[in-house]
């Protein structure tokens, strides 16, 4: 199964913003579904924003509501996510998953206190 490429990660004070992006090889409209996820240290992968419904329909986890936007990027041919106001808690690995891919190897967000 082909698999997603993440991007953008990296360190940023808190208060500050990053961007990723979730790159998708093949046309971006086989892609109707589209989640970003991350995994904080020690801890279990956890749900952070999606694109439904060829990006009709975004959803967000309660923690990043209001700070984070999930955007389909059709002439990039990719899923972006952007993150403003970042707070330590926000540390993590970030990985998107799409309709027919496989997992991506994640991009690292660091958000010092």
């Known amino acids: 199964q082909e698999q997603l490429v993440e991007s953008g990660g990296g360190f940023v004070q808190a208060g500050g913003s990053l961007r990723l992006s979730c790159i998708v090889s093949?046309?971006?409209?086989?892609?109707?579904?589209l989640g970003w996820y991350r995994q904080p240290p020690g801890k279990k992968r956890e749900f952070v924003a999606s694109?439904?419904?060829?990006?009709?329909?975004?959803r967000y986890s309660a923690s990043v509501k209001g700070r984070f936007t999930i955007s389909r990027n059709n002439a990039k041919n990719t899923f972006d996510l952007q993150m403003d106001s970042l707070k330590s808690e926000d540390t993590g690995t970030y990985s998107c998953?799409?309709?027919?891919?496989?997992w991506g190897r994640g991009t690292q967000v660091t958000v010092s206190s």
């Open positions: 093949r046309n971006i409209s086989s892609v109707t579904d």
């Open positions: 998953l799409g309709s027919g891919y496989g």
């Open positions: 694109s439904v419904r060829g990006g009709n329909l975004t």
